[in-house]
C-alpha cells in the first residue's frame, strides 16, 4: 500500500470542522449527486425503518431521504462535529434537543450489528483509507436484505489539477476504480451490486477559483504523503500556466468522474462456510 496517499482523519475533521458554515454556499456538486441518487430509488423496492446517511455532512441528505419515507428514523453520522451541529434546524438549537446524530468514522461505525434497513452515503467513501475495511463493517449494521447506496469519485477525479503539477507527490488524493469496488462489494458479503459511473465537469475562471470551491467544501490535502512546507511562487507558477493551457471557451474545467452503487446484503445462509451442495437426479 502507498501510504503517501492514506489520509489523515484528524486533518479531514479539522478541515470539515472549518468548512462547516461555508459549506452549502458551495456544495453544488454534492447537491446534484444526491438529486441524482434520489431518482435511482425509484427503482428501488425498500420501506425502510431506520436508515444511516453515512457522511451527513450539513443534512442535505436526511431533508430528502425524509420526504421519500416520512416513516422512517434517519440517523446522521459525519466524522465532523461541526457539520452535524451545522445540520441541526434552529428550533432544536433552542430547545437543546439531541436528534438522531453521531460523530463518527465509516471506518469504524460505532453502531449495533443488523440495526439498519438502509445506509445512504452520498460522496463521502473516497475519504476511507481502507475501503474494504469500511464496507464490511456497512454490512454488518444492515439488517439481512438491507440496502446500500452510495456515491463517490473516481480515478480520473480533479485529473485536471493533478496533471497540472506535473509531478509524482501527493497533491490530489487518489480515488478507487468502480470495477474495483464492485468486487469489494462481493468480497464484504453483498449480493447483486450495480454500479455506474459519470463525469461532472465543473467550470471557472480560474485556478484559484477552483481552489476557493475546495477549500469551502472542506477538500484539503489531507494526505499523508503530500508535500510539507510552503509552496513556492516559481512552483505554483509553473502549475497555474499547466492548467491554463486545458481552458476552453473562456473557462478552466474540473472533471469529476462520480461513481454510483448500490448493493443488498443478502440473507444468510443456512449452510455451514465451506460446505457444497451435491445434487442427484435418479433415471
Not at 28 to 41: C, I
Not at 205 to 226: C, F, T, Y
Request: net charge neutral.
Amino acid at each position: 500500500m502507498d501510504t503517501d496517499y492514506l489520509t489523515e482523519k484528524h486533518l479531514v475533521r479539522r478541515a470539515f470542522d472549518k468548512a462547516a458554515k461555508s459549506y452549502d454556499g458551495s456544495a453544488v456538486l454534492q447537491r446534484e449527486v444526491g438529486e441524482r441518487m434520489l431518482s435511482r430509488l425509484d427503482y428501488v423496492n425498500i420501506s425502510p425503518e431506520m436508515i444511516l446517511d453515512a457522511g451527513s455532512g450539513t443534512g442535505a441528505g436526511k431533508r430528502s431521504l425524509g420526504e421519500i419515507y416520512p416513516e422512517a428514523r434517519i440517523v446522521e453520522l459525519d466524522l465532523s462535529l461541526a457539520m452535524l451541529l451545522q445540520a441541526r434546524p434552529a428550533w432544536l438549537k433552542r430547545l437543546f434537543n439531541k436528534p438522531l446524530q453521531i460523530c463518527g468514522d465509516i471506518e469504524n461505525l460505532p453502531i449495533q450489528s443488523s440495526s439498519m434497513d438502509m445506509i445512504w452515503s452520498n460522496l463521502a467513501l473516497q475519504w476511507c483509507n481502507d475501503l474494504g475495511s469500511a464496507l464490511s463493517g456497512i454490512s454488518r449494521i444492515l439488517k439481512p436484505n438491507g440496502l446500500f447506496m452510495f456515491s463517490t469519485f473516481g480515478p480520473d477525479t480533479l485529473k485536471e489539477l493533478r496533471e497540472a503539477f506535473q509531478d509524482s507527490r501527493a497533491h490530489v488524493n487518489r480515488f478507487v476504480d468502480m470495477h474495483d469496488i464492485g468486487d469489494a462489494l462481493l468480497h464484504s458479503g453483498f449480493s447483486m451490486p450495480v454500479m455506474d459511473m459519470e463525469y461532472i465537469t465543473l467550470t471557472y475562471e480560474d485556478v484559484r477559483g477552483v481552489m476557493k470551491d475546495l477549500k469551502a467544501i472542506g477538500a484539503h490535502n489531507a494526505l499523508q504523503g503530500r508535500p510539507r512546507g510552503l509552496f513556492g511562487k516559481t512552483a505554483w507558477h509553473r502549475v497555474l500556466e499547466h492548467y491554463e493551457s486545458r481552458r476552453k471557451e473562456g473557462r478552466l474545467p474540473a472533471t469529476f468522474e462520480v461513481v454510483y452503487g448500490h448493493a443488498w446484503k443478502p440473507e444468510p445462509s443456512s449452510f455451514p462456510e465451506g460446505s457444497h451442495i451435491i445434487r442427484f437426479s435418479g433415471k
